[in-house]
Structures are given as structure tokens and as C-alpha cells.
């Protein structure tokens, strides 16, 4: 069904990134996994949980940053905090960036992550497998609609905030009049010289790539090429090629439960990649909602907005919710 509470800076690099960086934030003790290594890179995993042996219910966190930039370290004050409260592990996960990689790497990395947090569920995290809720923002998600078709057994539940689920709309492989409007045009020479060279997991504020990959995202989106660079494929010739990567378009009878959270002034991401979702899984009965802030923007800021601070808190509250009836029955 479908659940509905009655701008986006022009910085991109604000945009890409859902929160600030409240991590280290966790009363919790941190443990850093390596859950996947490929050739010299390895990709990583921070771990929150309670120093003890109960066996916990556990929420992954996929960090945004339209594939290109983002860390694990980026998760929302919110997201950590009802963790602790509930008591349940928490983990964020790294994956390979875009451009050096294609989607379909960062997809495989996204699925072994899975298969790592499975084969580790009982020493090593002390947590139950089967009670997995994944909440991610933005590119997160994106990632966090792939996991119910790509990860195995599928999680429990999913949250995605201002996610999407397609990669070849014209809404990414069109020129964005947003960002041809909003921001200086990036020139094709300072945006390539940005990426190209080794493969990254990982970017934040403190990185010097970051700003550089910024750029680079915004020449994509400023001359519709974002679907073609990081996907591999040309979204006008190889529609089936991206078929697998649109999970509005692979959802069956067995996809989890997912709560949707939009706002409807996002610049960034269009609300109608929520609204698609939603009408996709009301037609194979999964149980589902939308949550729809009025005049939200991307990353559901409370700045540059006219959308109200209460509906945004809502909309924190009812993915809490959401989580919780998913884990804990």
C-alpha cells in the first residue's frame, strides 16, 4: 500500500553523500572486516555491536553517492541511534566506485558482502541471519532494492530512502536541466582527469579525489552520460544488457517486504523512481509502503526546503518502525 504525509542544494558533492559523517559517533565498539579482496583492493565493513554474546538482529547501512563517491562511514545519526536503541548490530559496507569499475563489479561486491555477513553470522558477528534489515540512501538506495533481488537468501526487510529502481530512465541518461542550471558547467578535460586511475571504495570530505569525483558526477548528469559510464553499457542500444540492473523490472513473488521514503521536490533523484517502485510492488502484492514528504529534497535536508521538519521526522519514525515489526515478530 501506499502511506502519504501531507531544492536541492546546488552543491553536489552535499547531495551525493546522504548525513554527515556520525559513525565514530556509535557508543558502540567498532570492528573493521576486509569481506572481500580483489587483486590489491580490499573492500571493507565496519561492525557496531554490544560487547556480549547475545545473538542480535542486524542493520546494513548502504552509503550513496551516485556509485562514484561515498564511505561507510556516512551513516545517518538517525540510523545509528535507533540501532542502539533497539539493540540491534549495525554494519556499513565499502564497495569498488564507478568509473574504474562497472555496475556489474559493484553489484558482485555487493552480493559477496551478503554471502560474507552469512558465513560470519554465528562466531564472528553474533548475529542472526535471518532477521537482516538493509536501509540505504541515494545510490544506497539503489543498492539496498538490488539486494532483494541479487542477495540470497534476501534480507528481511528493506528501507530505501530517495533511492531508485532503474538505471537507464531518462531521468540519467538525459541531459539534467538542474544541474546545466543550478551549477557551472563542468568542463570534459577537469572531469575525466578526476577518475581513470585506481580502483576506490571509498570516498568522504577528507579525501582529496572527493571533490574531483564531484565534478565528474555532475559532467554526467550535466550531459546525460551518467548510465553509459558507469554501467558500461549504452542505455539507448543495450536496454536488455541493464534489464538485471533495474530492479523495478526483476521483482517476483519473493521480494522483502520495503518501505520507500521520497521527497517530491528531489532534483536529484525524481520522486517518480519512488512512485515507480511502489505501483511495481503493489502489482506482485508485496507488502510495501510510500512515504511521501511534501516538498522534500534529496537527502531530506532541512535546509534549502519548504518541506516540513515534523513530516521529515516522521518519516525517520516510520522507517524505525518499519525495521523494528521486521525484526523483532
Known sequence: MSFSILSACPVALILLVAGPILADDFAWPKKTYTYKTVDETKIQADFYRPDDQVIRPLVVWIHGGALIIGHRDSIPGHIREFCQKEGFACLTIDYRLAPEVKLRAIIEDLRDAFRWIRASAGNELRINPDKIAVVGGSAGGYLTLMTGIVVKPAPTVLVSYYGYGDVDGDWYKRHSQHYRTTVPLVAEALARAAVGKEVLTGTDNKNPAHQGRSSYYLYLRQNGLWT??????????????????????QISSSYPPTLLIHGTADTDVPYELSVDMDRALTQHNIPHEL??????????????????????????????EFIRAALTK
Do not use: W
Not at 244 to 249: F, H, L, S
Not at 305 to 313: L, M, S
Open 228 to 249: 553509459e559510464e558507469v554501467t558500461g553499457f549504452d542505455p539507448n542500444t543495450q536496454k536488455e544488457q541493464l534489464d538485471p540492473y533495474c530492479p523495478v523490472r
Open 291 to 320: 512515504f511521501t514528504v511534501p516538498n522534500g529534497n534529496h537527502g531530506l535536508s532541512r535546509r534549502n526546503t519548504t518541506a516540513d521538519p515534523a513530516v521529515i521526522d516522521n518519516a525517520h519514525a516510520r522507517a524505525a
